[in-house]
């Protein structure tokens, strides 16, 4: 199984990023796909899940809004579409696979099988 993370980079304050996540090797129907994120020297975060048939977003109060969780099962890709970015968006950011109906939670990492490299965002005012 590979989750490839790709579409960081530096902005400035104000603007956008798309980040996409290419999967292989697992049944991508049968997985929610979250995007986590962790900023130097703190844990890493939750920010963002849609489920395995697409149907529901949760996101971390810091990002509703203005993040966008997405899924394209013809492609095997979810993406993260990032608005009106600031600072404290920096951070690496992970995609990860959760198989439907396993783990506690949406919310914690252990819920999740897979992890993908990371991709860093860096967020300039």
């Known amino acids: 199984v590979q989750l490839q993370a790709c579409g960081g980079g530096m902005v400035q304050a104000g603007g956008s990023l798309r980040l996409s996540c290419a999967t292989s090797?697992?049944?991508?129907?049968?997985?929610?796909m979250g995007w986590f994120r962790q900023a130097p020297e703190k844990e890493r975060e939750f920010v963002a899940v849609i489920n395995w048939y697409g149907g529901r977003t949760y996101y971390a109060d810091s990002v509703r809004g203005r993040f966008t969780i997405s899924r394209d099962d013809a492609r095997n890709t979810v993406f993260l579409q990032m608005n009106s970015l600031k600072p404290e968006d920096t951070a690496v950011y992970y995609c990860?696979?959760?198989?439907?109906?396993?783990?506690?939670?949406?919310?914690?990492?252990?819920?999740?099988?897979?992890w993908g490299q990371g991709t860093q965002v860096t967020v300039s005012s």
């Open positions: 990860a696979a959760k198989l439907r109906y396993g783990g506690p939670s949406y919310y914690e990492k252990r819920s999740y099988m897979y």
């Open positions: 090797g697992l049944t991508f129907s049968n997985y929610d």
